[in-house]
C-alpha cells in the first residue's frame, strides 16, 4: 500500500468497510462470490477445504494478511471457508476500486505481483515443511508460526489439541505425546492453550529437523 498515493489511499479507504468478528465466525464462506478483499488488521484466521466430508487445513493467517489474495483475479468464488479462530478485525476492500488502483498506478501493479508471490511462496512452504516433518517437527513449526507472527515467546493457541493435529496432519495423540515430551525438557511451558517458549533454539531445531 506503500506504493499508493495520498488520494488514492484515501479513494481506497473511504470504500472500505471494518467489520469485526468472533472467535468462531466465518469471514468467507466457501463457495461466496469474489467482490471484495479481505485484509487482517487483527486476529488469526484459519483457511480450510471439505474434500470427502473432511475438513483439510490449507494455512493460518495472521495480523496484515489478506485472505485469499492470489485466487481474487483467477475464480468467481473463493474455493475455501475463512474461520475467525481468534476475534477478528477484518477491513472488506472492493475489488473493482483495488482493480482501477492496479490499472492507474503501475508501482502499485508491481507491488501486488511481489506480493502475490510471496504469498504463493509461503503457502506453498506451509505444506511442503509439514509434509516433510515427524510430529514433532510439525507442532515445532506450528508453535513456531505463531512466535513468528504474533511476535511473542508467551501467547495463546487458540486452537483445541484435534485442531491442531487436523492442521499438522498428525493424531490428537500425538500432539499430547509431544507437547509433553516439549516439557520435560525445558522447551515450552503449556497450560490450555497458553504456550511459553523457554528455549527458542531448541523448539525451531526440532522444527527444522524434525
Not at 152 to 163: G, Y
Amino acid at each position: 500500500m506503500s506504493t499508493l498515493r495520498k488520494e488514492e489511499k484515501d479513494e481506497l479507504y473511504e470504500s472500505s468497510e471494518i467489520l469485526i468478528f468472533e472467535a468462531g465466525e466465518l469471514v468467507v464462506k466457501s463457495g461466496t462470490p469474489v467482490h471484495n478483499l479481505y485484509f487482517i488488521k487483527s486476529g488469526i484466521v484459519e483457511l480450510s477445504l471439505n474434500r470427502d466430508s473432511k475438513k483439510q487445513a490449507l494455512n493460518l493467517l495472521f495480523q496484515g494478511d489478506f485472505i485469499g489474495i492470489n485466487c481474487v483475479y483467477s475464480t468467481s468464488s473463493y474455493r475455501f471457508s475463512a474461520k475467525a479462530l481468534t476475534e477478528c478485525e477484518i477491513e472488506i476492500i472492493n475489488r473493482d476500486i483495488f482493480s482501477d488502483l492496479l490499472q492507474r498506478n503501475k508501482d502499485f501493479a508491481m507491488a501486488f505481483i511481489q506480493y502475490i508471490s510471496m504469498v504463493n511462496e509461503n503457502f506453498l512452504n506451509w505444506h511442503m515443511k509439514l509434509k516433510e516433518k515427524n510430529s514433532a517437527g510439525a507442532l515445532a513449526f506450528l508453535i513456531c508460526e505463531f512466535q513468528k507472527s504474533l511476535n511473542q515467546i508467551a501467547f495463546e493457541i487458540p486452537l483445541t489439541r484435534q485442531d491442531m493435529a487436523r492442521i499438522i496432519g498428525f493424531s490428537k495423540e500425538s500432539v499430547l505425546k509431544n507437547l509433553a515430551e516439549f516439557r520435560k525438557d525445558g522447551i515450552i511451558e503449556s497450560l490450555g492453550k497458553q504456550i511459553t517458549i523457554l528455549d527458542s533454539k531448541r523448539l525451531k531445531d526440532i522444527a527444522q529437523h524434525g
